[in-house]
């Protein structure tokens, strides 16, 4: 029911910027707790920046401010800004959203999510 895409992926070099975009069909972004989450090569599936219309947002540590998430009403999406990339933001980048916000205990957490993007890719050269 639920469909996640998502775009803007690509090649930049270290310092630059980048950014991503979940669209959704099937309901309203803003009905949903949404985030963004990466995999980089040999490690675990990390969260990074989650969003909800009734608690704001949430980031993880790791990306030291230099991202930002947030809402593209008109296209009925979530974007991901992000700043000052470097080698450490490598890997596939996954659209997730929750079914209620009831199971948004763990903004950050993956079992927190139901449906899923078939992610795109970030990489970045120095």
């Known amino acids: 029911q639920v469909r996640l895409v998502e775009y803007g992926g690509g090649s930049v070099q270290a310092g630059g910027t980048l950014k991503l975009r979940c669209e959704a069909s099937?309901?309203?972004?803003?009905?949903?707790?949404m985030a963004w989450f990466r995999q980089a090569p040999g490690k675990e599936r990390e969260g990074i920046a989650a969003i909800s219309s009734a608690r704001g947002t949430h980031y993880t540590e790791s990306i030291e401010g230099r991202f930002t998430v947030s809402y593209d009403t008109m296209r009925n999406a979530m974007n991901l800004q992000m700043r000052s990339l470097n080698t450490e933001d490598i890997g596939m980048y996954y659209c997730a959203a929750a079914r209620s916000l009831g199971d948004w205990a763990n903004p950050l957490d993956a079992t927190s999510y139901r449906f899923w993007g078939q992610g795109t890719q970030v990489t970045v050269s120095s």
């Open positions: 099937g309901i309203g972004v803003t009905l949903m707790p």
